[in-house]
């Protein structure tokens, strides 16, 4: 599997163009509403961010009535894992954290977000390969509501990492795979013994279901290559005004970028 597949609204693909970005969302905004719950904690979801893929390469239907419009909607072909790679300096940092060094730290997110925003995101530093899940469709309700709580001799932790990988079979139609990641609002810029205990207050109150996200979703950059090899099929039914505007927005945004018509246009 080389390419993924989104389905879209031609104001989405405008947005997506103008500013090079993939918006992730948390779990408590899905249209699928188990897969915030736990068996555990509440409103744990808001805490798990994600993208929504397929690898069906074949059209859908339903998907295009569900995500997508018969008249104006698109659907973006890109390579797997399209996210831009930053290489993090000392001087890069610098505004938001007093470091020093040489060398770079690659990571997914640019770290002066994350010093900027105040948050944690332990996949920030990992490879896009491992935020990359297919969705598993089931029937069993430990995978679709986790016991995400683990606690014994007076001490407990919280995996947040069982979130988004599981919905219910009868979703089973998309096809679906997910870049996810997780985020705790927690300021990394204080030294040791403050940050944990901050990490030991958002713990606590994660548990009883009081924490709130520290934003209901994420933009993440597309690198340049992704950006350029884009492709995006119309809807079946796109109306002349909204395929002029792809035109449109491909001239000024992404010329190379290139427009198909859906395999479907005459028979809907």
Same mark, same amino acid.
């Given at each position: 599997?080389?390419y993924? +597949?989104?389905y879209?609204?031609?104001e989405v693909?405008?947005?997506?163009?103008?500013?090079?970005?993939i918006?992730?969302?948390?779990l408590?905004?899905m249209?699928?509403?188990?897969?915030?719950?736990?068996?555990d904690?509440k409103?744990?979801?808001q805490f798990?961010y &994600?993208s929504?893929?397929?690898d069906?390469?074949?059209?859908?239907?339903p998907m295009?009535n569900?995500?997508s419009s018969?008249d104006s909607?698109i659907?973006i072909?890109m390579?797997k894992?399209?996210?831009?790679?930053?290489n993090?300096t000392?001087?890069s940092?610098?505004s938001?954290v007093?470091?020093?060094?040489?060398?770079?730290l690659?990571?997914i997110?640019?770290?002066?977000?994350i010093?900027?925003?105040?948050?944690m995101c332990?996949?920030a530093m990992a490879?896009q390969?491992?935020?990359?899940?297919?969705?598993?469709y089931?029937q069993?309700?430990?995978?679709l +509501?986790?016991?995400?709580?683990?606690e014994g /001799?007076?001490d407990f932790s919280i /995996?947040l990492?069982?979130l988004?990988?599981?919905?219910n &079979?009868?979703?089973?139609?998309?096809?679906e795979?997910?870049?996810?990641?997780?985020?705790?609002p927690?300021?990394?810029?204080?030294?040791?013994?403050?940050m944990?205990n901050?990490?030991?207050?958002?713990?606590?109150k994660?548990?009883?279901? &009081?924490?709130?996200?520290?934003f209901? +979703?994420?933009?993440m950059?597309l690198s340049d290559?992704?950006?350029g090899n884009?492709?995006?099929?119309l809807s079946p039914?796109i109306s002349?005004?909204?395929?002029?505007?792809v035109n449109?927005?491909?001239?000024?945004?992404?010329?190379?970028?290139e427009?198909?018509?859906s395999?479907l246009?005459?028979?809907?």
């Amino acid at each position: 599997m080389d390419y993924l +597949y989104h389905y879209t609204s031609v104001e989405v693909l405008a947005l997506i163009l103008k500013n090079r970005t993939i918006r992730f969302n948390s779990l408590d905004h899905m249209d699928d509403l188990q897969e915030q719950e736990t068996a555990d904690i509440k409103n744990a979801g808001q805490f798990c961010y &994600i993208s929504s893929w397929t690898d069906d390469e074949q059209e859908s239907i339903p998907m295009w009535n569900m995500y997508s419009s018969l008249d104006s909607g698109i659907r973006i072909k890109m390579k797997k894992c399209p996210f831009k790679v930053y290489n993090n300096t000392a001087e890069s940092l610098l505004s938001v954290v007093p470091v020093s060094g040489s060398g770079t730290l690659k990571s997914i997110m640019p770290l002066t977000d994350i010093f900027t925003l105040r948050f944690m995101c332990p996949q920030a530093m990992a490879s896009q390969d491992s935020i990359l899940h297919k969705v598993e469709y089931t029937q069993d309700q430990e995978k679709l +509501y986790p016991s995400i709580l683990k606690e014994g /001799n007076g001490d407990f932790s919280i /995996n947040l990492g069982d979130l988004g990988k599981h919905k219910n &079979i009868h979703w089973e139609f998309q096809k679906e795979w997910r870049y996810i990641f997780t985020v705790l609002p927690i300021n990394l810029n204080q030294n040791v013994n403050t940050m944990l205990n901050s990490f030991t207050l958002v713990a606590n109150k994660i548990k009883y279901g &009081i924490e709130k996200q520290p934003f209901p +979703y994420y933009d993440m950059v597309l690198s340049d290559e992704a950006y350029g090899n884009m492709e995006i099929t119309l809807s079946p039914r796109i109306s002349e005004s909204n395929r002029e505007f792809v035109n449109l927005l491909k001239e000024k945004y992404n010329p190379s970028m290139e427009i198909k018509n859906s395999v479907l246009l005459g028979l809907l």
